[in-house]
């Protein structure tokens, strides 16, 4: 829901978001190739959150006044049930948010 606010706030248009795969990424810029090459990609993410994609993932890029931003990348399927969270690292660490009230750290209840 927060991307669809944005994007009405913002005027943007859907027709001209693109797909295309993560070619470098660090804590303070974004490269993506798709049918252009884009360098230099503000990531556009929920507020708390901060992330740095790994090269290789897909992404979705959207033209805004004069930018380019990155809206994320492409879901992993990760064996939820519709309404769980999880957090996770590509070194494996992950926190899991279950519809009975458990967390899970790395796989243990805590």
Do not use: H
Request: glycine letters at 10%; hydrophobic letters at 35%.
């Amino acid at each position: 829901m927060w991307i669809s606010d944005y994007v009405t706030k913002n005027s943007f248009s859907n027709n001209d978001a693109q797909s295309g795969s993560v070619t470098a990424s660090s804590s303070g810029s974004t490269a993506v190739s798709s049918s252009n090459d884009y360098i230099g990609i503000k990531k556009i993410v929920p507020y708390g959150i901060a992330y740095v994609p790994p090269v290789g993932s897909e992404t979705v890029i959207l033209p805004a006044k004069g930018e380019n931003l990155c809206l994320g990348v492409v879901a992993q399927s990760k064996n939820l049930k519709p309404g769980e969270i999880m957090l996770f690292s590509s070194g494996g660490a992950s926190i899991v948010l279950k519809n009975d009230g458990r967390v899970l750290i790395n796989g243990r209840a805590v």
